[in-house]
């Protein structure tokens, strides 16, 4: 059991080595991070808790303070935490070194769930990539607000896809600017009624983002108070 005292002078606590001549001298603060992991009992200037017995969980020399986890209880996995400043510290007891630590993890609190294998790992980056470049493709270069709203209103009804700035629905028809019903073109060998179909689907989307864009904002009344008093 080892006992570092806080001096009257300064912030230097005497550590003794052996066969090395006088003892050394260390800042608290250097002492109590190489104790983290360790079981300490530290006796306090505070009223409220003079002396304080648990595991150190860190020390932190910016803001100049240390926690320590107390009355742990492996079941829950809870602990009464204090976190004090180091000045208060009048003299601090080693009562047990910090446990061996493991690679993996295994004795962390709170429990750190395993990773994934490599081969799941890989397959959500496949697909985060896969999400990007889709949304990337759905996105036309060179055309403006009202092309991108219809062939977002398209895509979400039918397979749709950009080439250059013409929007092609179903691999078969071809839909250039200004993107208006007269406007589609349909593939050699394609049936009339797909043509058809598509500018139909096209004729109402455009009607609805008209009335979307054309519909007037709706008042809104703010009730009255009754007259202001006091000028």
């Not at 889709?134 to 996105?139: D, H, N, P, S």
Request: proline letters at 8%; a positive charge.
């Amino acid at each position: 059991m080892a006992e570092f005292k806080r001096p009257n002078v300064g912030n230097k606590v005497a550590v003794a080595t052996p066969n090395i001549g006088a003892p050394s001298m260390i800042s608290l603060e250097n002492a109590l991070c190489s104790a983290i992991g360790c079981r300490i009992r530290i006796s306090t200037i505070l009223a409220a808790h003079p002396t304080i017995e648990g595991t150190l969980f860190t020390a932190d020399p910016l803001t100049n303070q240390i926690a320590i986890s107390a009355n742990h209880n492996p079941t829950t996995g809870t602990s009464d935490w204090h976190i004090l400043p180091i000045t208060s510290i009048q003299s601090v007891t080693l009562l047990g070194l910090a446990s061996p630590q493991t690679s993996n993890f295994s004795s962390a609190q709170p429990l750190i769930a395993p990773l994934p294998s490599a081969s799941v790992l890989q397959s959500r980056v496949d697909q985060a990539v896969a999400r990007l470049k889709e949304e990337a493709a759905r996105k036309g270069k060179g055309v403006g607000k009202e092309a991108q709203e219809i062939f977002d209103a398209l895509y979400r009804t039918l397979p749709t896809r950009w080439s250059g700035t013409n929007i092609i629905v179903l691999d078969a028809v071809s839909i250039s600017s200004p993107y208006k019903p007269d406007d589609c073109k349909a593939g050699e060998g394609v049936q009339a009624g797909l043509l058809d179909r598509v500018k139909k689907v096209l004729e109402n989307e455009r009607k609805r983002l008209s009335e979307k864009t054309s519909k007037p904002a709706i008042p809104v009344t703010v009730p009255s108070s009754g007259p202001r008093k006091g000028g």
